[in-house]
């Protein structure tokens, strides 16, 4: 079993950073594809950016240039550091783990999730 633990979120104001960290027990992550994907009110689940094993990555269109996210494998631990923040960044931020290995902006294709972190920036 594989437990996904999300920490960093807070407010802040538009223009400044926040670091997200997802820490994972249970099992080595080291081979997964990793996600940030994240929720606002009222609206559906979103891509953010993954990370596969090899450190290749990939980016929504709308954060990438301001968010970065890598990996510590030997911490277990996944980050997004997030810069230049929106309002419309604002949203329960959550991680999650692939086993497929694949590099993918699908939900669905995801087999393990965090519970989320809020993230609120305000203008």
């Known amino acids: 079993q594989v437990q996904l633990a999300e920490s960093g979120g807070g407010l802040v104001q538009a223009g400044e950073s926040l670091r997200l960290s997802c820490a994972a027990s249970?099992?080595?992550?080291?081979?997964?594809?990793m996600g940030w994907f994240r929720q606002a009110p009222g609206k559906e689940r979103e891509f953010v950016a993954a990370?596969?094993?090899?450190?290749?990555?990939y980016y929504a269109d709308s954060v990438k240039g301001r968010f970065t996210i890598s990996r510590d494998n030997a911490k277990n631990t996944v980050y997004l550091q997030m810069n230049s923040l929106k309002p419309e960044d604002t949203a329960v931020y959550y991680c999650?783990?692939?086993?497929?290995?694949?590099?993918?902006?699908?939900?669905?294709?995801?087999?393990?999730w965090g519970q989320g972190t809020q993230v609120t920036v305000s203008a």
């Open positions: 999650a783990a692939d086993r497929s290995r694949v590099l993918n902006s699908r939900a669905g294709s995801y087999d393990y």
């Open positions: 249970g099992r080595t992550l080291s081979r997964y594809t």
């Open positions: 990370i596969k094993w090899t450190g290749a990555n």
